[in-house]
């Protein structure tokens, strides 16, 4: 049975850093995809990054891009968010998602219902 774990999240203040971590258990790790999502109170889910199976290839919402960075280590089945600058209208849930069909350039990567396991969340607070 696939299993998502998530750790880091918590209070940072704007301009801090934090990092989001998403280990991966249950199958190969190196045929998913990866994938990071936030939902806000009374807001829908939106999709933030992404990764493909090998990790030569990442997608990011315009909102993060050169702020987050993705990545992940397919030896220690971990996927990671990296996130610098950030502001208070990045405080959400933060969610993993994997997918076993790879993205390439093109692919719906921020559509929701392609990943077929998610994490439990976690929150991350930007204080102003």
């Known amino acids: 049975q696939v299993q998502l774990v998530q750790s880091g999240g918590g209070l940072v203040q704007t301009g801090g850093s934090l990092r989001l971590s998403c280990t991966f258990s249950g199958r190969a790790f190196s045929n998913n995809a990866m994938g990071w999502f936030r939902q806000a109170p009374g807001k829908e889910r939106e999709a933030v990054a992404a990764i493909n199976w090998s990790g030569d290839k990442t997608f990011y919402a315009d909102s993060v891009k050169g702020r987050f960075t993705i990545s992940r280590d397919n030896a220690e089945n971990r996927a990671f968010l990296q996130m610098t600058s950030l502001k208070p209208e990045d405080t959400s849930i933060y969610y993993c998602?994997?997918?076993?069909?790879?993205?390439?350039?093109?692919?719906?990567?921020?559509?929701?219902?392609?990943?077929?396991?998610w994490g439990e969340g976690a929150q991350v607070t930007v204080s102003s």
């Open positions: 998602a994997a997918s076993g069909r790879d993205l390439t350039y093109g692919s719906s990567w921020h559509y929701g219902p392609r990943y077929d396991y």
